[in-house]
């Protein structure tokens, strides 16, 4: 099952993010991004804000019936006079990540794309199993 509500509000949950869970509703981490996540129908479509980073970067996996999404860069911007000493020096560097439960995917049709920053990907919902019932007899 997908869990989309977050921790502490769930009713008919779609989506379970991990640090919601153990940080409460309002808490996003320095180590995190923004991620939307829509339900159309026959599929689910999360959008994750990714600025700054190459495709290269960023890395996609599943294990089990969790997604994680991770992203890591090194920028380094280095300055010096003549001499070879440092005018300044800013270095930054940055890795997120996220993950999510998707028991309801068809893990092996998900696509992915990475355009202006946004990581998109396409979640096939796997086909609803309708409950089955029958009546034992009693002997």
Known sequence: MFELTPFGRRNHDL?????NNFFG???MS???FCTDIKD???KYVLEADLPGFDKEDIKVDIHDHYLTISAEHNECT???DKDGNYIR????YGSFS???QIT??????IEASYKHGVLKLVMPKKDAVAPTSRRLEIQ
């Open 15 to 19: 989506f379970r993010d991990f640090e």
């Open 25 to 27: 509703d309002h808490f």
């Open 30 to 32: 320095a180590n995190s």
């Open 40 to 42: 159309k129908g026959d």
């Open 78 to 80: 280095d300055e010096k």
């Open 89 to 92: 020096r800013e270095r930054s």
């Open 98 to 100: 996220r993950s999510f």
């Open 104 to 109: 309801d995917v068809k893990t092996d049709a």
